[in-house]
């Protein structure tokens, strides 16, 4: 038996067209809607960088990217799957648009990458970095942004620049007073209710 057109237009191409429609309209209205985006989150439990892809409001790939930070912890702060809690938004992407609407954790990728440089400048040791790191990590969860974290940055830069004008390494002992107070991520506690 063989299907007439109109029945072929009804049941295939109409629902495909008012798909379309309804996605454009959303897209329009909004276009970081999860019909097509792409979230980048950060683990501030263990600094590492989570990349969630988002088709028709389906994670259909999530992608694990170690940074710096993260493997200068890992053994004492690995990263943990099933823990949304831990996850702070960075940025959403679409792809019509070129920028990100703003979030409280918007400014760690920045973070991770001065952190990264201040070791390279300050040639910090082992011990200085994973402190360093840690530091930063508690910076993050003492606080509801990333505020705490500039003004940690800003002292381990002061340190760094010290220290190289001595022309000697950083070690854990220069950063052991940068201001970093005992936070779950040094203490290795978690907050109450995390």
Not at 58 to 81: D, F, G, L, M
Not at 133 to 161: E, F, G, N, S, V
């Amino acid at each position: 038996m063989k299907l007439p057109v109109t029945a072929i237009i009804n049941w295939v191409v109409l629902p495909i067209l008012l798909l379309v429609v309804t996605g454009g309209i959303i897209i329009f209205h909004n276009p970081w809607s999860a019909l097509y985006c792409q979230d980048t989150l950060i683990d501030i439990h263990s600094g590492t960088i989570i990349e969630k892809d988002y088709f028709l409001w389906i994670n259909i790939r999530t992608t694990q990217v170690p940074t710096a930070v993260s493997k200068a912890v890992a053994a004492e702060h690995p990263y943990v799957p099933g823990k949304p809690e831990r996850l702070k938004t960075m940025r959403r992407l679409s792809p019509w648009t070129n920028h990100s609407p703003h979030f409280r954790f918007g400014g760690v990728g920045f973070q991770l990458m001065m952190l990264e440089e201040l070791w390279s400048i300050g040639e910090y040791s082992e011990p200085a970095r994973a402190h360093s790191a840690k530091c930063l990590l508690a910076a993050w969860q003492d606080t509801k942004d990333t505020d705490a974290a500039d003004d940690l940055i800003q002292r381990l830069l002061k340190i760094t620049y010290a220290r190289e004008e001595a022309d000697e390494p950083v070690t854990e002992a220069d950063i052991a007073n940068c201001g970093c107070g005992e936070g779950p991520a040094l203490s290795g506690k978690q907050k109450s209710g995390e």
